[in-house]
């Protein structure tokens, strides 16, 4: 499977039916802005969305409520050590909205593969020795596509988050896609910018990749 020109993705986003998840498909998308997005027993659904959701790390907004959690300390951030966990509890997170979930059986042996590889990483955020909240997504050069995310207790997800946004922008990383425009990452700092404009961040910084 060829994927066509993410510009040629209808106003929905969808670019793509089938094929399948291997890495090397998997990671051929994401350097040009495609992400799988589909139900269980569904055909699997390619998505190059417009407009597109992104937060720059400098752009991370942290509310006054915010800053007095961060400042308690009340839980432990840690990268990389569970990342199954992270991924199966991002699965089976029940969201308002929602019927079901979009990350499939299949989506979750395919991304553990590619965290394996060291392209896929997970943000744990432990109360004591349980894990009460998290986040996923893929590492590619300077930008990290994010996935999903799940909170056991309130704010947890978040306060993962702002600490991995902050880890990512003291390593250089200064792109973080959403994919998905919500009031929740608007709320973080997240703006919308054109799928063409979208296109020409990856050209800039990924595609590179693909030609060394």
């Not at 009340?74 to 569970?82: D, L, S």
């Not at 392209?119 to 020795?129: D, I, L, N, Q």
């Not at 994010?146 to 990383?173: A, D, R």
């Not at 919308?192 to 595609?207: C, D």
Request: some cysteine; hydrophobic content about 40%; charged content about 20%.
């Amino acid at each position: 499977m060829v994927f066509p020109h993410p510009l040629a993705a209808g106003k929905e986003g969808l670019l793509a039916i089938g094929g399948d998840l291997s890495s090397t498909r998997l990671l051929m998308a994401y350097h040009f802005g495609i992400f799988p997005w589909y139900q269980e027993g569904e055909d699997i659904l390619w998505w190059s969305p417009d407009p597109r959701c992104v937060l720059y790390p400098k752009d991370l907004i942290i509310h006054k409520s915010m800053r007095s959690v961060l400042r308690k300390k009340p839980y432990q951030v840690t990268f990389n050590r569970e990342f199954a966990q992270v991924i199966k509890h991002c699965k089976e997170t029940t969201r308002a909205g929602q019927h079901g979930t979009w990350i499939t059986s299949y989506m979750v042996d395919a991304y553990i593969k590619l965290h394996h590889l060291g392209y896929a990483h997970s943000v744990e955020v432990w109360s004591g020795k349980d894990l009460v909240g998290g986040l996923y997504g893929i590492l590619l050069g300077n930008m990290f596509f994010g996935e999903s995310m799940f909170s056991l207790l309130p704010n947890t997800s978040k306060y993962g988050f702002i600490h991995f946004v902050q880890q990512l922008e003291n390593k250089g990383c200064w792109l973080i896609d959403c994919q998905q425009d919500t009031p929740h990452l608007r709320s973080l700092g997240a703006s919308l910018i054109s799928r063409e404009q979208f296109q020409q961040v990856l050209r800039k910084n990924l595609l590179v990749l693909l030609e060394d």
